[in-house]
């Protein structure tokens, strides 16, 4: 069997098969920025998490309806976002206390 042009050559050498040649890619395919991008927003975020502000491995959140990159968070963060993200604003009401129905107000009850 012959072997096809270039194949002598060993998948090390191709820069799409190290760490970095795959972050690049991956960042430009999944998310349409660059490396440079990501780590412009790691160093703007001071290397901590956009919410949490906690110092771990950052993941790209952004928004899945309009691919619109939104900042680096932790992976609990970001799961949370992916749970939350088309109900904000009802988690928002939620949290300031407003649990009935829009416009609607009722007072919380005191756990004895």
């Not at 096809?4 to 395919?29: F, I, M, V």
Request: aromatic share 4%.
């Amino acid at each position: 069997m012959g072997r096809k042009p270039g194949a002598d050559r060993t998948a090390e050498s191709h820069e799409w098969n190290t760490s970095q040649g795959k972050k690049r890619a991956h960042l430009k395919h999944r998310y349409g920025i660059t490396l440079e991008d990501f780590n412009q927003m790691l160093l703007e975020q001071e290397g901590l998490c956009a919410i949490c502000r906690t110092q771990s491995k950052l993941n790209v959140d952004h928004d899945h309806e309009t691919g619109r990159v939104r900042g680096l968070l932790c992976k609990r963060c970001n799961l949370a976002m992916h749970l939350i993200d088309n109900h904000l604003a009802a988690c928002l009401s939620y949290l300031a206390g407003s649990h009935g129905l829009p416009g609607e107000t009722r007072p919380i009850k005191e756990v004895v």
